[in-house]
């Protein structure tokens, strides 16, 4: 059964009372069933769908372009830049999803399309988050962890600010941080804590040993991988670099010596 698009703006409505609390699962989709005609799966499909677009969850129930297009314009227009981040990186796992079951190319084209857009709508840092997990994605399923310290130890300050990976384009930077996290094994690197996402992937963040506004640059030996908690600790609390080298730092914050490797192995 073909939807009409004159349905999407209802049906966003309705997913929107449902996620929040104002109405049932099951009393929205009848909602919609007595108001379009739609399929009691078709409009469950919709409400299940703002959800995961919501909290950044992959979901393998399509949406038409057009559907998801508007929703994704309604979450950036009526939600803040975090929640936009959240839809954008559910629709990426959807795409990706549609991708390993050989799917339209056409259709997950059009896909790509809407990601990119709504993407370049976020702020720097939520873009670079994005591309690292992109990177971290193909990265795990294509490179041995032997590419990965190959591709790391070749890196030179002078290559080209652009990588192509899959037929797409990242930052040269958001791939550096993004074969480091891997090769960290996404622990800090400190007190080598992980976080797990709801999607079932890690969180954790790269910091600058020479922050950026000094020249640092993204070469594995300016970048540590630590928690926020670290993260935040390195960038603004009392921290003395005691000696460095290509191989090891040996940073006092607050107080706590820490000796951190950045060997490559």
Same mark, same amino acid.
């Given at each position: ?9 209802? @049906? ?25 005609? =739609? ?25 038409? @372009? ?8 309604? /979450? ?13 990186? @559910? ?24 990601? @990119? ?13 994005? &591309? ?100 935040? &600790? ?18 006092? =914050? ?5 000796? /951190?490797? =950045?060997?490559?192995?």
């Amino acid at each position: 059964m073909k939807i009409p698009n004159s349905c999407v703006p209802d @049906a966003y409505l309705v997913a929107t009372h449902v996620y929040h609390g104002q109405t049932s699962l099951t009393d929205g989709a009848q909602l919609l069933v007595n108001r379009h005609g =739609l399929n009691v799966n078709s409009a469950r499909d919709y409400i299940n769908n703002f959800r995961y677009l919501m909290e950044g969850r992959g979901f393998t129930r399509t949406l038409n @372009a057009f559907s998801m297009e508007y929703f994704l314009e309604q /979450i950036s227009t009526n939600y803040p830049a975090a929640t936009l981040r959240n839809a954008v990186r @559910a629709l990426r796992e959807h795409i990706l999803y549609y991708q390993s079951v050989q799917r339209t190319p056409v259709t997950l084209k059009t896909m790509w399309s809407i990601y @990119a857009r709504f993407a370049a709508r976020l702020p720097p840092r939520f873009q670079n988050e994005l &591309e690292q997990e992109d990177v971290e994605s193909i990265a795990v399923q294509t490179l041995s962890r032997a590419d990965i310290i190959h591709a790391l130890r070749s890196l030179r300050p002078t290559d080209s600010q652009l990588v192509t990976l899959q037929l797409r384009q990242y930052k040269r930077d958001n791939h550096t941080v993004a074969l480091l996290k891997i090769l960290r094994n996404h622990a800090c690197q400190i007190c080598q804590t992980t976080i797990r996402k709801q999607n079932g992937q890690f969180y954790i963040e790269a910091a600058h040993i020479t922050p950026k506004r000094l020249q640092g640059c993204e070469m594995p030996d300016n970048l540590l991988i630590l928690c926020p908690n670290h993260h935040k &600790e390195f960038d603004f609390g009392d921290t003395v670099i005691l000696s460095r080298d290509p191989h090891e730092l040996v940073v006092s =914050l607050n107080g706590i010596t820490h000796t /951190i490797s =950045l060997r490559l192995e």
